[in-house]
């Protein structure tokens, strides 16, 4: 098995963290390689790794597993590393809630031992794809979590014209629009009021940030469908995102969302799922009374 182990953020409290799992592999006999940021960072734990450090380093060493160390922002920004190149991701959580990444640092050996048995399930998750008429993101116009259209100068509120497959839904007065995959209704669609969706739900959520027009509240529609968008406010620019990557836009740019191609996949050891996850996450069910 070759193993690319993915980090942005190493800080030294988490240090033991990363020694322990280049320790577990290494052991194991895995053949694996670290990311350029855990290289730069760790030099003393990593002087006789070989380093990855672009997508086509990626294509060469065509790892069989990604394993991420941090938070959910962390595999945000593995995702866009990856890109088309067919790599479950397996995250360990060194951040706080950690959805995606969510094996904790206790947990790092168990992990390691049930990857290498094979005792996993790869499950996929859609994206979302962006399309501009000036390819404003480049290559990296997709995101697993999430894309916004939020204010930017001003405090006065934006008016965001919506349209389903070109038909006009309605027109948010708001401080932005999120439209969210069901991977991202735990993330900031959640904090607007946006409902949880089980990641195999084929569906896009619509959450308004904010909103003036009291009566709109959050949609959720088929990932079969595509969304557009017209903006208008007393700012020249808005601020788009795409996961953890932003563009400053005027509102005359053409904008459209729909279902992305490709997806991404994320590796469940055995005895862990979703329902777990977010039970554990959002503490359902805990009262001092039971």
Same mark, same amino acid.
């Given at each position: +098995?070759?193993?690319? %182990?993915?980090?942005?953020?190493?800080?030294?409290?988490?240090?033991?963290?990363?020694?322990?799992? /280049?320790?577990?592999?290494?052991? &194991?006999? #895995?053949?694996?390689?670290?990311?350029? *940021?855990? &290289?730069?960072?760790?030099?003393?734990?990593?002087?006789?790794?070989?380093?990855?450090?672009?997508?086509?380093?990626? *294509?060469?060493?065509?790892?069989? #597993?990604?394993?991420?160390?941090?938070?959910?922002?962390?595999?945000?920004?593995?995702?866009?590393?990856?890109?088309?190149?067919?790599?479950?991701?397996?995250?360990?959580?060194?951040?706080?809630?950690?959805?995606?990444?969510?094996?904790?640092?206790?947990?790092?050996?168990?992990?390691?031992?049930?990857?290498?048995?094979?005792?996993?399930?790869?499950?996929?998750? =859609? @994206?979302?794809?962006?399309?501009?008429?000036?390819?404003? =993101?480049?290559?990296?116009? /997709?995101?697993?979590?999430d894309f916004t259209l939020?204010?930017?100068?001003?405090?006065? @509120?934006?008016?965001?014209?919506?349209?389903?497959?070109? *038909? /006009?839904?309605?027109?948010?007065?708001?401080?932005?629009?999120?439209?969210?995959?069901?991977?991202?209704?735990?993330?900031?669609?959640l904090s607007c009021g946006?409902? %949880? +969706? =089980?990641?195999?739900?084929?569906?896009?959520?619509?959450?308004?940030?904010?909103?003036?027009?009291?009566?709109?509240?959050?949609?959720? %529609?088929?990932?079969?469908?595509? %969304?557009?968008?017209?903006?208008?406010?007393?700012?020249?620019?808005?601020?788009?995102?795409?996961?953890?990557?932003?563009?400053?836009i005027k509102g005359e740019?053409?904008?459209?969302?729909?279902?992305?191609?490709?997806?991404?996949?994320?590796?469940?050891?055995?005895?862990?799922?979703? +329902?777990?996850?977010?039970?554990?996450?959002?503490?359902?069910?805990?009262?001092?009374?039971?």
């Amino acid at each position: +098995m070759r193993v690319i %182990i993915y980090s942005t953020n190493c800080k030294q409290k988490n240090k033991p963290y990363y020694e322990q799992l /280049f320790k577990e592999l290494s052991n &194991a006999g #895995v053949d694996y390689r670290v990311y350029l *940021e855990i &290289a730069t960072q760790l030099p003393d734990l990593t002087s006789d790794i070989d380093v990855v450090q672009s997508h086509s380093d990626l *294509e060469t060493y065509k790892p069989d #597993v990604m394993i991420t160390l941090g938070g959910d922002g962390t595999i945000l920004s593995a995702t866009a590393l990856i890109k088309h190149l067919s790599i479950p991701i397996l995250g360990i959580n060194l951040g706080r809630l950690g959805f995606l990444a969510n094996i904790q640092q206790e947990r790092i050996a168990t992990a390691v031992q049930l990857l290498l048995a094979k005792r996993y399930t790869v499950h996929e998750r =859609f @994206m979302i794809e962006l399309n501009t008429d000036n390819k404003l =993101f480049g290559s990296e116009n /997709f995101a697993l979590n999430d894309f916004t259209l939020v204010k930017r100068d001003n405090s006065s @509120m934006i008016i965001i014209h919506t349209y389903i497959d070109g *038909e /006009f839904l309605v027109s948010y007065w708001a401080d932005g629009l999120i439209v969210s995959t069901p991977t991202g209704s735990t993330a900031y669609s959640l904090s607007c009021g946006g409902p %949880i +969706m =089980f990641p195999s739900s084929e569906n896009f959520i619509l959450t308004p940030v904010a909103p003036h027009n009291l009566n709109v509240r959050p949609v959720v %529609i088929s990932s079969e469908h595509k %969304i557009s968008f017209e903006i208008e406010g007393r700012s020249d620019t808005y601020l788009c995102t795409l996961d953890n990557r932003h563009e400053i836009i005027k509102g005359e740019q053409k904008l459209e969302l729909r279902k992305n191609k490709i997806s991404s996949k994320f590796i469940t050891i055995d005895g862990d799922s979703y +329902m777990r996850t977010i039970r554990n996450k959002l503490n359902w069910g805990l009262d001092k009374r039971n």
